[in-house]
């Protein structure tokens, strides 16, 4: 590459991003189904010819680290059979797709002979022609159940359509709108087209070649000079998942990341087996779920391109539910367990950069999909209820979260009640945020959502739910936002709430749907929040007042008005002057915090904590990395342990059978003079060559009750709950140390 003028890359460089920008407006003015029109529910990039990612649109971010996987498989299928004109699409995940309703079109954009460019527009179609319709089933266990797999192909071969092709996807498509969406898919790219024509013939093929150069390493280096501020070390996180849908429980993602000096190594070693439900992450939707989490905790002027995946060694095992083997099912995973895949990344960098890292996720689980003949049209519609996301949205550092739709969500948007219901048999009743549901924090998680709608003509519905386990965790001391509630046929006979998965459930007209969405988790200590800012929450009804002085430790008053009625109404006719001689609010009650009540409230809520040996503010899972961590923190800190253990140097092991996925795991201790200097748990088979001196055998059920003070471990030994391995005898002179180990470790909030 020669020597490159900075400025001539920035503006090659902008005039990159604003074809982007154009594509997706294309699109947004052309579609035919409100997805792309409304919600824009699409994504637009431009990639050079090699698939480098060099310029994204201000769009959906989970799409775009795909996208670059999509140009891969289309340059290594065609390879020298690329021609101008033509139009490739793809969306199958073991061939450049992340899911099947996700289509990525793309066209080679020749210059002198050589690609150049490829332009790409990836959107989510509203059905994949799989066994049902709108592209999510949560009853498939292999991808042929999940609708039309396409590997790169054309469907316009030197600018002629494969009319065949075309049609054969038209009739493997419910959607009536589907051709239209097509089309303005097809135009996206076509406006690309010209556009970056226009460019390499204003610039010349070289200095726009070495000025894609440039702009990569221009992000690179940046990256790399922020990672280098990092702290080295070997970080790791967790994610959790309800279930899969066929069964299997409590699924765990588990990242460990390396910080070495301007590079990151990130492996998902240990994270569970790909599973027979439909949340498999593929590969290219692991990657773009690394890319994004990783976006979100950079310099927000650093440009999002290639450079970022640069200095990032990933390891994604081969027959785990983050890069599952075919036919795997995987239409969910763009949600579920993407979601997770990010969230662990995050919680692994909390302990290295906690001011920067945060998740993006979200717990919504799938969209609640109906469909149905619209009396409207006479014609077949898959709605997927895009307005139905509205929560999950976590506090930053500073920075409270904000309501509607996640920062997950980029670009897309929330389409009105009213445009809704003029598209769809539906009656939007309501959309109002959920007191309390924002997770407590010193900054404050974005409030759930409530929304109600009402069916207007008979309809199916089906839906898979998650987060009424796991909700959007708390950073750095913040508490957990709220679970989510969903309810079919509210106020009637056949009632149902649904804890798992709904498949093919028949609404008919007049039927209520009520979705409880979550809200975010808080970020800090909700005890140092600004008392003035709870004021103004509660203000808000984002937060009670009970909530105020439960969750925050402020201690709000309110004065009511002694005039009421036709008497206060008078007053605030002649003028608010008048109201303030009276020494009456121009509102019926004043509101204001008590500032010395707050701090004794909040001075007794501190000592409670260091009296009980607990931080309410969030409790960690059982056996996560987050757990052993905050085992070895609290017993090597605790006088009394340090006195009996002596010089205690020893290896235990205890065997947890029956753990809620039915597998058996081991947690290991080894503790060298009184101090526990290691904490291992895993599958029994990766023990490996460790060699306990002692082996405590029971069920999770078991040791749960032991852990939280239901039982004691004396009364499990009589009841035959636990087993041994080992010299009894010679552990009974550990005894006192060993109780004390087990009280410590009770101080841990724990969930089960």
Known sequence: MKEIDPITAEVVRCGLVTIANEMGDTMIRTATTPTFSESHDFSTAIFDGTGRIIALADALPIHMGASKFSVTAALKDFGDDLHTGDLIVVNDPYHGGSHLPDWTMMTPIFFNGRIIFFPVTRAHQGDTGGAVPGGYNPEATDIWQEGLRLPPIKIYDRGKPRNDIINMLKINNREPTFLGDLKAMMGSVRVAERRLLEMLKKYGAQTVLDCLDYITQYTERRFRAEISQWPDGVYRGEAYLEHDCQGVRDITIRATVTVSGDSLKIDFTGSDPQTPGFINSSVPNSYSYIFLTLSSMIDDSIPRNEG???????????????NPRPP????????????????????????????????????????????????????????????????WCNAAHETDGWGAMAPFFGAMTMATGELHDMYFPVQTLGREYITDSGGPGKWRGGCGASLRLRALSPMFLHTYVIGTKYPMRGFNGGTDGSLNKFVIREGTSAETRVTATAFNEPLSSGHLVHAELGGGGGWGDPLERDPAAVLEDVLDEYVSIEGARKRYGVMIVQRHSEFTGSVLDKLREESPDTMESHGVATTPKEMKVDEAATQTLREAMKKERVTTGRDTSRAVKYLSSEWQNLCQEVVNADAEFARMASELSIELNNVIENCPDGKTRFLYWRFEKSKLVETVSGLTEELGDRKPFFTTIATYETFMRINTAKTSVESAIMEGLLRFEGDLVQMMKYADALNRFTEVRRAIPTKY
Do not use: S, W
């Open 308 to 322: 970022l995946l640069n200095p990032v060694e990933i390891i994604l095992p081969e027959g785990t539910v983050v």
């Open 328 to 391: 795997a099912p995987c239409t969910a995973c763009t949600l579920h367990a993407g979601g997770e895949i990010g969230e662990a990344v995050a919680f692994a960098l909390e302990k290295a950069i906690p001011k920067k890292a945060f998740v993006q996720n979200i717990k919504l689980g799938m969209p609640l999909v109906t469909y149905g003949t619209n009396p409207y049209t006479g014609e077949f519609y898959v709605d997927q209820n895009v307005t139905m996301a509205a929560g």
